[in-house]
């Protein structure tokens, strides 16, 4: 078992290695009082024995479990984690890590969930994944078993292209394979996991990945969402340049539909101005009217420009 310690307050977080190795990251909304977190590791078996209908199957490395009707397996550490003696309010976010190795061949690291044991059910709280550090972050109102997993199936949906505006922009975004959707209830207490982020890149004309750049080089600010609806969803993805000294030197959106279910990839062209740090900021939105609604929280990057 390891423990953590929280000290009261606003946005308070608090990291500690993890039982099986890697590092677990827990942040608090609001913690109101200090206290300590327990982390301990269980074994698929061991929760099994105690709950029969926890795990349809388990396995050696692995276990499979229904999530909303499909299945899933899991893809790392089972973890228990007692936030009891912690008094908090508001959203609690949970960073773990996950094994690639576990992945079945062909299986996209942006696939990897974040599931949350209800005490009656599996559900899907993931918020993002980073698959260069190999965890996946879920958001949650309490805890009690939480893993990170992968689920079992998936369909394709047909593909659409969307089209830019705003900015002086140009692109395409499409959709491509589904994994996973809910039904429209799950959004009255999930509003801004209607489209969540997948992935997110910065990219030369050429499609490489890149971290930094020279003044005036053409960049591609490149995202995927999922939209986890069982209906299609028009959206707006707005993407914000911002300069170290937080003025916008860019603006500009991709809009579009995205069919049930589907991924959505949307790519912003800018034009890098003078040296210095910037913060880009993708916002996912219903449209890009006077009253636009949310779909998504929204996603904040940094990128060095040097001379």
């Keep these: 078992m390891t423990t953590a310690s929280v000290t009261s307050g606003t946005n308070v977080q608090t990291s500690?290695?993890?039982?099986?190795?890697?590092?677990i990251t827990i942040k608090f909304d609001n913690a109101q009082s200090s206290g300590q977190i327990a982390i301990e590791e269980k074994s698929a078996a061991s929760l099994d024995n105690q709950t029969s209908s926890i795990f349809d199957v388990v396995g050696t490395f692995s276990a499979a479990?229904?999530?909303n009707g499909g299945t899933a397996n899991t893809a790392g550490t089972?973890?228990?984690?007692?936030i009891s003696a912690i008094g908090h309010t508001g959203f609690i976010d949970v960073t773990i890590p996950y094994d690639p190795n576990l992945l079945p061949l062909g299986t996209s690291e942006n696939n990897v969930k974040f599931y949350h044991?209800?005490?009656?059910?599996w559900e899907d709280v993931t918020i993002s994944v980073d698959t260069t550090a190999n965890t996946v972050t879920g958001r949650l109102t309490s805890l009690s078993p939480v893993v990170a997993g992968y689920p079992s199936s998936a369909s394709t949906n047909t593909s659409t292209t969307t089209t830019f505006g705003g900015g002086g922009g140009g692109g395409s975004a499409t959709n491509v394979i589904i994994n996973q959707s809910f039904p429209a209830d799950y959004f009255n207490t999930h509003p801004l996991q209607k489209l969540q982020m997948q992935d997110s890149s910065f990219k030369t004309l050429a499609g490489n990945t890149i971290f930094g750049a020279k003044p005036g080089q053409q960049v591609n600010v490149s995202a995927t969402f999922h939209n986890y609806q069982q209906v299609s969803q028009d959206y707006a993805i707005i993407v914000q340049i911002l300069d170290q000294n937080g003025f916008t030197t860019d603006l500009g959106w991709v809009t579009g539909t995205a069919?049930?279910?589907?991924?959505?990839?949307?790519s912003r062209s800018w034009t890098v101005g003078a040296a210095g740090e910037y913060t880009v900021k993708i916002y996912v939105w219903n449209g890009v009217s006077n009253s636009p609604t949310p779909l998504s929280e929204i996603t904040t990057k940094s990128f060095s420009v040097t001379a």
């Design 117 to 121: 044991w209800t005490g009656t059910a």
């Design 65 to 67: 479990f229904t999530v």
């Design 259 to 266: 069919d049930a279910g589907a991924n959505i990839d949307g």
């Design 78 to 82: 089972i973890y228990e984690i007692d």
């Design 16 to 23: 500690t290695s993890a039982p099986g190795g890697g590092t």
